[in-house]
């Protein structure tokens, strides 16, 4: 079965890559020029150099042509995915959409299958999620991730047409909780780049992870979501990955903030969105989750990450 990604950033391109391995990809890039230049060039120098395309990979400007498959792959920022489903609602009724962004969305704090029911009705919504970064799967390095769907059957067919010998995929039907933690941990991400970045050492990062953690699993539940499931790869993993290493953009932004730098606003980093998405909602429901409304504070250039870390440090003590 062929399939479509749509979407020509660098994690679009690399599951094109991936999955073109064992069939026919085709992979819509919204810039004709950029769009034939791959196609030509046979890679995607733009976003993801040195890695080039297994020939069962096209590359199409045509979004026509490119959703004239039944499973579709949205490689689309989380906050221009409403945008993008509306004005193709046409193309998109009645097919299998596969979220591929993390985040929540500002305004109505609703995650990316949500989005995708609100604006295709028709359609049916998965979300692919978890610890990866674009290189590792288009280098074909071992990766897992979760799909979520809330229809075991098609969890099932998704499952064995997306999974490769190197890139693995764990079924959920808990699209609430892998909605969350793929989102949740971008923001816990900023904050320990930032502590980074600060100076303010190993220890306090991992102080950041572990509240941070419980800071997920607190939104999740009050949601509906199981806590196991942020356990798993689309929560704990994610967090794991992202609060660690320095090719995250979300802790690469942290890092900017920490040491006072500057960061390249066209860079999308999902974290600052769902920051401030999450920040609206928790108080409005209740919930108390400083961590995150301390990143909304520092991307917003509201505290500095002196003033955070204070604030967050003379909070009333507790149990753990």
């Known amino acids: ?53 297994p020939d069962a990979l096209t590359v199409t400007p045509d979004l026509e042509v490119a959703c004239k498959t039944k499973v579709l792959l949205l490689a689309v920022p989380m906050q221009k995915l409403r945008g993008f489903l509306e004005r193709n609602q046409s193309l998109l009724q009645g097919k299998t959409l596969v979220a591929c962004c993390k985040g929540m969305e500002i305004g109505t704090g609703v995650g990316p299958v949500a989005v995708i029911q609100q604006c ?25 991730l979760t799909l979520a769907c809330a229809l075991p059957d098609q969890a099932k067919l998704l499952q064995d047409l997306l999974s490769t010998p190197s890139l693995r995929l764990y079924r959920s039907n808990d699209v609430i909780g892998a909605e969350l933690g793929g989102a949740l941990k971008n923001v816990i991400a900023i904050a320990c780049g930032a502590v980074i970045g600060a100076g303010l050492g190993d220890s306090a990062r991992a102080a950041l992870m572990t509240r941070g953690y419980t800071e997920m699993q607190r939104l999740a539940t009050a949601r509906g979501a199981r806590p196991e499931t942020l356990s798993g790869l689309s929560g704990f993993g994610d967090l794991t990955l992202t609060c660690s290493s320095p090719l995250s953009r979300n802790y690469q932004l942290g890092l900017a903030l920490g040491r006072g730098d500057d960061f390249d606003d066209s860079i999308t980093v999902e974290g600052a969105a769902t920051a401030e998405a999450l920040s609206q909602t928790a108080q409005k429901d209740g919930l108390d989750m400083p961590i995150t409304l301390a990143v909304t504070n520092l991307v917003n250039r509201n505290l500095t990450i002196e003033e955070a870390m204070a604030h967050l440090l003379k909070r009333p003590l507790k149990e753990e």
């Open 1 to 53: 079965m062929s399939i479509t990604v749509l979407g020509a950033g660098a994690f679009g391109t690399a599951l094109a890559i991936a999955i073109a391995q064992k069939q026919p990809v085709t992979l819509w890039a919204r810039d004709a020029d950029q769009a034939n230049a791959m196609q030509t060039a046979r890679e995607n120098s733009r976003r993801l150099p040195d890695a080039p395309f």
């Open 120 to 144: 295709c009705p028709t359609a049916t919504p998965a979300l692919l999620t978890g610890p990866s970064f674009a290189a590792d799967i288009a280098r074909g390095l071992p990766t897992a």
